[in-house]
């Protein structure tokens, strides 16, 4: 599918009826600079829509999520979240956490 850039604006309507993997990061964090490929490489081979959550610009969207350790995962679906993980994940790893 794609990656889009989630904002307190859009939330809603990105999450809205569908899976979506979130993923809150910022740009001075190593290990979320190590995960973009793997969420690029995730986006074009699984039919599920990525969501990138700049922490440092959505504090609001942090907080609700409790952000303490980024990188921050979580899959969301029709507006819920079913699982969470922190920290740099393989593709593969990414593959399972999905399903």
């Known amino acids: 599918m794609e990656i889009v850039k989630v904002t ?3 939330f809603d309507e990105v ?4 899976k979506v993997l979130l993923d809150f990061w910022a740009s001075w964090c190593g290990p979320c600079r190590m995960l973009a490929p ?3 490489q995730l986006s074009k081979e699984e039919n599920i829509l990525v969501g ?3 922490v440092d610009e959505e504090e609001e969207l942090s907080a609700a999520f ?3 350790s980024i990188p921050a ?3 969301v679906e029709n507006g819920k979240v ?6 740099y994940q393989p593709v593969e790893a990414l593959k ?4």
């Open 66 to 68: 409790n952000i303490s």
């Open 15 to 18: 999450v809205k009826g569908q």
């Open 73 to 75: 995962i979580f899959l």
């Open 82 to 87: 079913i699982k969470k993980t922190v920290g």
């Open 52 to 54: 990138k959550v700049n």
């Open 38 to 40: 793997v969420l690029e």
């Open 96 to 99: 399972e956490f999905i399903k």
């Open 8 to 10: 307190k604006e859009n």
